[in-house]
Structures are given as structure tokens and as C-alpha cells.
């Protein structure tokens, strides 16, 4: 039985390194091949990172970088703040009334990307509203809304409300309140909602793809176009500067948290 429970772990772990990190090391690991398209290893090389923005296919990528982290930025931020108005008031409701909000809030989350672009689309052309970068962006917040409720709404519950009550009773107004207690209590909360928040919006593709004019790309989107015509040397190098990016957002993220625990501890 000792050994029976020492092999499940040590199974599970093997499996999560194979089928999620494994693809991820190879894509790394081919960011620095000399030969271009190819998987045969040619000798090490960074040239992949020295021509990401050079040539023709360099300058696509580098209008859709910007436009994705413009719509991300955006998106990000506006869906963290309606997250944060949006928790702040559900917890005021009844019992039966945040049960029945909550569903809601958990029914896009669940929702295939295929439909939520395919009915953002359909009700664009319905108002008669022309695709742009406003259309995209309108549909990016309305993605992450949801999730940053998701993540907002438990630090709201965590809040010990007696701070709110307290600071009002020594004077402070509504502004000074939500400003001075209530947002650096749910400030983990709020940085977790813009992480998920900009990653989903950078990695989105369906939604992109159906809601926004053709002169306009994604990032998802050019290497979609890219990847049709077979491996590139600078897909890789790009992907995995996304990664590197993403990771370090995390671990600083978490490394915040620590502090802050240890603090209060």
C-alpha cells in the first residue's frame, strides 16, 4: 500500500510534465535552433530573437503584438474595475439573490469561445455597428468580466466589513473609504483579476477572429496565418518571450502574496 501511494503522486507528476510542460520545453528549446524551419538542431543561436522584428512577416508581428496588448490592456483594466464594483455589490444581496448572480457570472465562463464570438458577431451586425478595434475590445471585456468577478468576489467575502464600519464612524466619506481600506484589502484579489484578465484577452483567437475588421490582427490571429505555412523560427522565439513574460508575472504575483501573508501573520 506504501508503495501504491507513493506511485500515484510520482505518476500524476510525471504525466502533468509530459502532456503540459514537455511541448513547452521543445518549444523553448527549438527558440534557439540555427537552422530555420526545421527540427533537426543545428547549433545554438539567437538570431530568432534578433530578426523577430525584421523583414515583412517581423513588422506583422509587431502591429499585432501592439494591438493585442492595447486590447488586453484595455480590456483588462476595465472588466478588473466592473469586477470590482460588481463584487462589492453582490455581497449586499440576499442569500437566494447572490446564489442566482453567481450562476449567472459562471454561465460565460462555461461557454464555448465559438458561441460567444459567433453571438457578439451576430449582435454587432444586428445594431448595425461596423467591426473596428472598438467591436474587438468590446467583446474582450465582456470575456473577462465574469473572471474577474471570479476573482475578486472571494477577497470581497474575506474583507472583515467592521474596517468599513470603523473608518466611516471616524469621519471618513464613501470615496475615502472604498479608496483607503476597501481596495488595498481586495488588492490581491484585484491584481489576480488583471493577470487572468490580460492572459485571456492576449490568448483569445475565436472571438478575435469573428469580431473584428480583416485589416486588423491579433496576435493569435498572425500566428494562426503564420503556422499555415509551416513551422517558423520566430514563432517560436515570440511564444516563448509571451511565456517567460507570463511566468514572471505569476511568480511575482505570488511572491507579493507571500509578503503581504507574512505581514499579517
Not at 187 to 205: H, R, W
Request: aromatic share 10%.
Amino acid at each position: 500500500m506504501r508503495f501504491v501511494k507513493k506511485l500515484i503522486p510520482n505518476f500524476y507528476i510525471a504525466l502533468v510534465v509530459i502532456f503540459i510542460y514537455l511541448p513547452i520545453a521543445v518549444l523553448i528549446f527549438y527558440s534557439f535552433n540555427s537552422i530555420p524551419k526545421s527540427f533537426i538542431w543545428g547549433g545554438f543561436s539567437l538570431n530568432n530573437y534578433r530578426n523577430l522584428f525584421s523583414g515583412s512577416d517581423g513588422r506583422t508581428i509587431l502591429d499585432s503584438l501592439l494591438t493585442t496588448v492595447k486590447v488586453a490592456a484595455i480590456a483588462s483594466v476595465t472588466s478588473t474595475i466592473f469586477g470590482v464594483f460588481a463584487s462589492i455589490g453582490i455581497t449586499y444581496l440576499t442569500k437566494r439573490m447572490q446564489g442566482i448572480v453567481m450562476g449567472l457570472t459562471y454561465v460565460p465562463n462555461i461557454m464555448p469561445d465559438l458561441v460567444t464570438g459567433i453571438s457578439f458577431m451576430l449582435l454587432f451586425a444586428f445594431l448595425g455597428v461596423q467591426k473596428s478595434e472598438i467591436t474587438l475590445i468590446l467583446a474582450h471585456i465582456a470575456l473577462c468580466v465574469p473572471f474577474a468577478i471570479l476573482s475578486i468576489s472571494p477577497k470581497v467575502k474575506q474583507m472583515d466589513r467592521s474596517l468599513i464600519e470603523a473608518a466611516m464612524d471616524l469621519g471618513a466619506t464613501r470615496a475615502q473609504t472604498f479608496r483607503l481600506v476597501i481596495i488595498p484589502e481586495i488588492m490581491p484579489g484585484i491584481l489576480s483579476s488583471i493577470m487572468l484578465t490580460f492572459t485571456l484577452s492576449v490568448d483569445d483567437y475565436l472571438i478575435s477572429n469573428f469580431n473584428v475588421d480583416s485589416s486588423i490582427q491579433t496576435l493569435p490571429m498572425t500566428i494562426y496565418s503564420m503556422a499555415k505555412l509551416g513551422v517558423n523560427p520566430k514563432m517560436n522565439a515570440l511564444t516563448t518571450i509571451m511565456f517567460v513574460v507570463v511566468l514572471t508575472l505569476m511568480v511575482l504575483s505570488n511572491l507579493s502574496s507571500l509578503k503581504k501573508m507574512k505581514k499579517k501573520t
